[in-house]
């Protein structure tokens, strides 16, 4: 699993702002693989690295996320 940065986490008081890197730890203790890539571009570097056919990659934001979706696509070949 990867899990990038929160956006506008800056308008979010501190005690109640999602931590990436908490919940990446809290996957990792519990035997799932988990990291932390913050920005666009190192994730479809990443999955463009790791990625094979048939791999089902979802998604998830509450915006356009920097085109994730294009460049994912792009960067796979799809």
Do not use: H, W, Y
Not at 12 to 25: G, K, Q, T
Not at 37 to 56: K, M, N, Q
């Amino acid at each position: 699993m990867i899990l990038a940065g929160v956006f506008g986490a800056e308008k979010i008081p501190l005690e109640e702002r999602l931590s990436p890197e908490e919940v990446a730890a809290e996957l990792r203790a519990s035997g799932r693989p988990a990291q932390v890539i913050p920005g666009v571009e190192g994730i479809v570097s990443r999955l463009s690295e790791t990625c094979r056919a048939g791999d089902l990659v979802l998604v998830m934001s509450n915006g356009g996320f920097g085109g994730i979706q294009a460049k994912l696509a792009a960067a796979l070949s799809i």
